[in-house]
C-alpha cells in the first residue's frame, strides 16, 4: 500500500509516517520545506512543496491507495487578520489542490482521509457533542466547514472520503502538551480560566491507530471525531498533570490575562467542547489511552 501525506513533516505527520512504514506503507510525504528530513524514516520519500499552490507536486499523487490530509499552519499562537487568513488558506487551498489533483476515475480504490477538527461544532460549553451534532458559526466552525467541503469533492472521483475531526492531539514532541506542561515544572501551573471548560483530547498513537483504522475500514466514511471517549474539564485536566508530575496545581491562568496573551485564539480555550468518538467506538475501535492520566503518564513519564 502506498500512502501520500501533506504536512507530512509536522507533529502529527512525522509520527504518521514513522508509524505507517513499520506497518509496511510506502510513504511519499509533501512538505513545504525538507527541514524535518531527519525525523523520518530513511524510506519515505519527500517532496518540498507549497501544498495551497498547484504545481508539479500534484503529479505524485497517482498510483497511492491512501491521501491523508494534514497540512495546515498552527493555530496555537495569538492570530490577527492575516493569520487567520494563513490558517485558512494552508487548510481549504491544500485540500482543494489535493482533491484537483486526484484522477477523475479512481475505480474505488483511493481513500481520502482529511483531517478538520472538533472545532466544526463551535462553543458549545456542557452539551456532548458526537458526528450529528451541528456545525457551530464561528471562525473555527466555518473553517472546518469549508475544509471539509472541499475533501468531499473527492467523492465525485470515486474516492472514499473520511473527514476525521481532531481533538487536541498529546505526543511527546511537538504540539500543545508542551505548551500545556511547561508552567507545572515551575510549580506555576493551574487550570485555564474558570476550569470549567471541556477539553477534548486524543494521545497521538491513538490517532494514528485510527487514521489506519480509517484507511483499511472500507465501511467508514464521512465525518469521525477522533478524540477519546473520555473528554476532561480543564480543572481535571490540570490536576493530572500535576499529579503525574508531582507538581501542584491550584494556580488558575485568568481569562483575561489569556485575551490578552491569545486574543481571539483565548476564547477556544476557555470555552472548549465536549465531543465524543461515536463512530470509532460504534466500528470497534478500541483505544489504547482512554482516559487521560494513562495518556499523561504514558507521554511525561
Known amino acids: ?30 512538505a513545504r520545506t525538507p527541514k524535518a528530513r531527519a ?25 497511492h491507495d491512501v491521501l491523508v490530509n494534514l497540512a495546515g499552519a498552527t493555530t496555537f499562537r ?11 488558506d494552508s487548510r481549504v487551498k491544500t485540500t482543494r489542490n489535493l482533491v484537483d489533483a486526484i484522477a477523475s476515475e479512481t475505480g474505488g ?4 482521509i482529511s483531517a478538520s477538527g472538533v472545532g466544526y461544532y463551535g462553543m458549545t460549553e456542557d452539551q456532548q457533542l ?11 466552525a466555518n473553517l472546518a466547514r469549508d475544509w471539509e467541503s472541499e475533501a468531499t469533492r473527492a467523492e465525485d472521483k470515486g474516492v472514499r472520503v473520511v473527514r476525521t475531526r481532531f481533538g487536541v492531539v498529546l505526543g511527546r ?18 487550570p485555564l480560566g474558570s476550569g470549567r471548560q471541556w477539553f477534548s483530547w486524543i494521545h497521538i498513537e491513538d490517532l494514528c491507530r485510527a487514521l489506519l483504522f480509517a484507511a483499511e475500514n ?45 486574543g481571539e485564539f483565548a476564547e477556544f480555550v476557555l470555552t472548549g467542547q465536549r465531543v465524543i468518538p461515536k463512530k470509532l467506538l460504534d466500528s470497534g475501535f478500541k483505544f489504547d489511552y482512554p482516559t487521560i492520566e494513562e495518556a499523561l503518564r504514558s507521554l511525561l513519564l
Open 1 to 30: 500500500m502506498r500512502a501520500f501525506i501533506t504536512g507530512g513533516t509536522g507533529f502529527i505527520g512525522t509520527y504518521l509516517s514513522t508509524f505507517l512504514t513499520a506497518r509496511g506503507y510506502n510513504v511519499t510525504v509533501l
Open 39 to 63: 525525523d523520518l524514516p530513511k524510506n519515505v520519500e519527500m517532496i518540498a512543496a507549497d501544498g495551497s499552490k498547484p504545481g508539479d507536486w500534484q503529479r505524485e499523487v497517482a498510483g
Open 130 to 140: 458526537d458526528e450529528s451534532s451541528p456545525a457551530g458559526t464561528d471562525f473555527f
Open 218 to 262: 472500507d465501511n467508514l466514511t464521512g465525518p469521525v471525531n477522533c478524540t477519546s471517549p473520555f473528554p476532561v474539564r480543564n480543572a481535571e485536566l490540570a490536576d493530572t498533570i500535576g499529579k503525574v508530575l508531582g507538581r501542584p496545581s491550584f494556580m488558575p491562568a485568568p481569562g483575561f490575562m489569556m485575551r490578552l496573551v491569545l
Open 109 to 112: 480504490r483511493v481513500v481520502l
Open 78 to 88: 495569538r492570530w490577527d487578520e492575516d493569520y487567520k487568513r494563513l490558517i485558512r
Open 173 to 190: 514532541e511537538g504540539g500543545a502538551l508542551n505548551q500545556m506542561v511547561r508552567p507545572f515544572r515551575f510549580f506555576a501551573g493551574g
